[in-house]
């Protein structure tokens, strides 16, 4: 290895210097007390004109997380999320479990306390939170929801260490990363390794052993009813052609299982989106395809005399203790790769094809697509009262192909999926994981990743309050990333209150409504956009309504501001 010292080249140099070549762009930003070292170091840079990230100030680190989550989710690229020692950890909150659930590499560094207090080292302690912000265990806070944490202790390896973990965070699984650092060592002199990045390159994408291809291909093409599942096989846009080419190869269905990218084209006709009712009963072969949750067990019984294969970069979800599907065979490989060799399989056994079969299923398949996009349509008139039906339908109106939509509906979900169809790859997103507010910061770093394409975001209410929409709203005005969203407001928790009378249909709080999920009186989200960033806010309240204020928001979005439709549905 090559060092270079410099005269005055600091570990907070250095650490900069590392971010800009190992390809993060922009860093997302709350200081505090533990940044001085960083904070001089990206001065003296901008000083002199040379490279370093653009910084995104965050006034909340999830929202920070949601936006590098983003970000990555759209170029593939990682990026940084700078907090604030303990408390700022402590911040990142659920949207680090987001992250780490749906696969996404994020550079997280946080500060730690300085070790010495009495001037000992440049950036000793000089501060009374710095005694109070010193836990025994800072790092726990997060190693549930990170590939790795890791303490930066001298500026000599910064640059090592940088690349170390930006390897780590984005070979398969792919995940956050969490680094600490205390001012003393980010004070310390750097030495630039003039490293060669294909030395730190991520793990290579591995494809499936020969038995594997050949049992798969074999049962596919002899299957009456097979089924793909997938979830999230669109994270590589490549990917969805080659799962195109095998649906239609053998007129496979392809049904997803709450998806976080676009899988599948929604217009394709062995598309059935997420309406897999009676085809897990009918189906003698499934191949669950980048898919955490295929079905849940209570739904096991339906697929005991299904032959059953998972194929993802980690089949048997080594971080989830308690999991389990019934499967012949769980293959660990990456989709693309996988689908090109089973694509090249099949190809060669085309000769042994029963093309009537296939062809019989092609047109089954194509009319219950057609059937179901016929029904849908018709539940999704305007009528006296406001539905989630007719309101993701007039949204599918505003959006071109190449719109980028970004969802956080929840109960609504199911409907939203149905009507807005999607036909390119890299132009749907959705959390990945379980924590709620997600879509605000990553609409922020989708527009980011992606200024030249519109940007549409739909949350529910009890969504748009956990996003923090006061810093989302600023962020976005302060950063031009305009983008629509649309509120689909119930004025309530819907999930706790079905989930409830699913599991007590006879109940008391059946029957007595009493669920404590109601947000009456309710409050004028949308004002909170425009009072943070100068969004245009909309409420709606009337079906005859939605269209104008849909047209109004999305004029405002062109014309550089964010625009917040704030649709009022039946309360919960």
Not at 339 to 362: F, G, H, P, T, Y
Not at 475 to 481: E, H, V
Not at 519 to 537: S, T, V, W, Y
Request: net charge negative; charged share 20%; proline share 6%.
């Amino acid at each position: 290895m090559n060092y270079n010292k410099k005269e005055g080249y600091t570990a907070s140099d250095a650490m900069n210097d590392a971010l800009v070549k190992a390809g993060v762009s922009h860093v997302f930003i709350n200081t505090g007390t533990d940044y001085p070292p960083i904070i001089e170091s990206w001065a003296k840079y901008e000083a002199e004109g040379l490279p370093k990230p653009e910084i995104i100030i965050s006034p909340h680190e999830s929202v920070a997380v949601s936006a590098a989550q983003g970000y990555a989710m759209a170029t593939g690229r990682a990026q940084g999320v700078f907090v604030h020692v303990d408390v700022g950890t402590q911040n990142l909150g659920g949207a680090l479990h987001n992250a780490y659930r749906c696969r996404v590499p994020v550079f997280v560094l946080a500060g730690l306390s300085p070790y010495t207090m009495e001037g000992e080292l440049p950036g000793s302690r000089d501060s009374y939170i710095q005694f109070i912000q010193n836990p025994r265990d800072q790092a726990g806070i997060v190693r549930g929801y990170t590939k790795m944490e890791c303490e930066l202790k001298t500026g000599k390896n910064v640059q090592q260490m940088i690349y170390r973990s930006l390897q780590v965070a984005k070979s398969d699984p792919p995940g956050p990363v969490y680094m600490m650092a205390t001012r003393e060592a980010l004070e310390e002199e750097g030495w630039d390794v003039n490293a060669d990045m294909k030395d730190w390159a991520p793990c290579a994408p591995i494809g499936l052993d020969p038995d594997s291809v050949d049992i798969l291909a074999e049962a596919l093409a002899g299957a009456k009813n097979p089924l793909i599942i997938t979830s999230y096989l669109g994270r590589n846009e490549d990917a969805v052609a080659e799962l195109v080419a095998l649906s239609d190869r053998l007129a496979i269905p392809v049904a997803e299982s709450v998806g976080s990218y676009m899988n599948f084209p929604t217009n394709h006709p062995m598309s059935l989106g997420g309406a897999m009712h009676g085809l897990l009963g009918d189906a003698d072969v499934i191949l669950a395809l980048d898919c955490d949750l295929p079905w849940p067990p209570m739904a096991a019984g339906q697929v005991e005399n299904s032959r059953v294969f998972y194929l993802d970069m980690d089949p048997i979800k080594t971080d989830i203790p308690l999991w389990h599907i019934k499967t012949e065979r769980s293959m660990k490989a990456d989709s693309c790769v996988a689908l090109r060799q089973l694509n090249a399989k099949l190809a060669a056994m085309a000769s042994e094809l029963d093309s009537a079969v296939i062809e019989e299923r092609r047109v089954r398949v194509t009319k219950r697509h057609d059937d179901l996009r016929a029904d849908w349509d018709a539940q999704a008139g305007q009528g006296e009262t406001m539905t989630s039906a007719f309101v993701a339908s007039c949204i599918q109106e505003i959006m071109d192909d190449d719109t980028i939509f970004v969802n956080e509906t929840i109960t609504d979900r199911p409907i939203v999926d149905r009507y807005i169809r999607r036909t390119k790859p890299g132009t749907t997103y959705s959390a990945g994981g379980s924590s709620l507010g997600w879509f605000g910061g990553a609409a922020i770093g989708i527009k980011l990743a992606k200024p030249d394409k519109k940007v549409v975001a739909v949350a529910s209410d009890g969504v748009y309050i956990f996003a923090n929409p006061t810093p989302v709203y600023w962020m976005a005005r302060r950063y031009n990333t305009p983008f629509l969203t649309v509120v689909f407001n119930n004025q309530g928790w819907n999930a706790p209150k079905m989930i409830t009378k699913v599991q007590h249909p006879e109940g008391v709080a059946a029957k007595t409504g009493k669920f404590w999920a109601s947000f009456q009186p309710a409050a004028q989200l949308d004002k909170i956009a425009e009072a943070a960033g100068g969004a245009l806010a909309i409420t709606v309240e009337k079906p005859s309504e939605l269209r104008d204020a849909l047209k109004k928001g999305q004029e405002a979005v062109d014309s550089g501001i964010c625009a917040v439709i704030n649709v009022m549905l039946p309360p919960v």
